[in-house]
T-cell receptor, first 109, second 116 residues
Framework: GQNIDQPTEMTATEGAIVQINCTYQ??????LFWYQQHAGEAPTFLSY??LDGLEEKGRFSSFLSRSKGYSYLLLKELQMKDSASYLC??????????WGAGTKLIIKP | ETGVTQTPRHLVMGMTNKKSLKCEQH?????MYWYKQSAKKPLELMFV???????ENNSVPSRFSPECPNSSHLFLHLHTLQPEDSALYLC???????????????FGPGTRLTVL
């Protein structure tokens, strides 16, 4: 079966750095997405990786290793507004998105 | 209005009721999706419409019935639901139904459904 694993919850301190991991086992691979979802709100797109390596976008970076079935989202200079759930999703060989359950990130002052 | 809108935002219904969820996208996209989001579970894709034709139906019970009258509007008709159907129902849209290299999905705020 297809599976996306990510930690259920993480806690970090304002101003620090946090890395949220995602491992996947899917039938085929056509890209990996990270979304942010604040409580009670819609998921919003953060990043997309299809080739190995690091994609940087301001305070957020996303890394992909296709051979290891692994990605991480790196958040720097954490702010209180970064408290949210972070969803990892992989597009499989049928171009269907397979979603992880999300990682709830709690930022403490 | 911009982006993807959904109405109502909250809905409480009995098991014998019939109701409909509405989604509208203002992005000029040609694919629309219904997802179910339950607490601490992955997003479950329910239906996909591409160019107004249904291209995906992931074994969703018949008590959920989608309708896509045009590329901007998507409905989810609900009847004789069960308490376990209580969840957040998210609508999304994208340019292309998934067969393109890069097409992020834009989500609406969701309808919080409670079935009593």
């Amino acid at each position: 079966g297809q599976n996306i694993d990510q930690p259920t919850e993480m806690t970090a301190t304002e101003g620090a750095i946090v890395q949220i991991n995602c491992t996947y086992q899917t039938s085929g691979f056509n890209g990996l997405f990270w979304y942010q979802q604040h409580a009670g709100e819609a998921p919003t797109f953060l990043s997309y990786n299809v080739l190995d390596g690091l994609e940087e976008k301001g305070r957020f970076s996303s890394f992909l290793s296709r051979s290891k079935g692994y990605s991480y989202l790196l958040l720097k200079e954490l702010q209180m507004k970064d408290s949210a759930s972070y969803l990892c999703a992989v597009r499989d060989s049928n171009y269907q998105l397979i979603w992880g359950a999300g990682t709830k990130l709690i930022i403490k002052p | 209005e911009t982006g993807v809108t959904q109405t109502p935002r909250h809905l409480v219904m009995g098991m014998t009721n019939k109701k409909s969820l509405k989604c509208e996208q203002h992005l000029g996209h040609n694919a629309m999706y219904w997802y179910k989001q339950s607490a601490k579970k992955p997003l479950e894709l329910m239906f996909v419409y591409s160019l107004e034709e249904r291209v995906e139906n992931n074994s969703v019970p018949s008590r959920f019935s989608p309708e896509c009258p045009n590329s901007s509007h998507l409905f989810l008709h609900l009847h004789t639901l069960q308490p376990e159907d209580s969840a957040l129902y998210l609508c999304a849209s994208s340019q292309g139904g998934g067969g393109e290299p890069y097409n992020e999905q834009f989500f609406g705020p969701g309808t919080r459904l409670t079935v009593l």
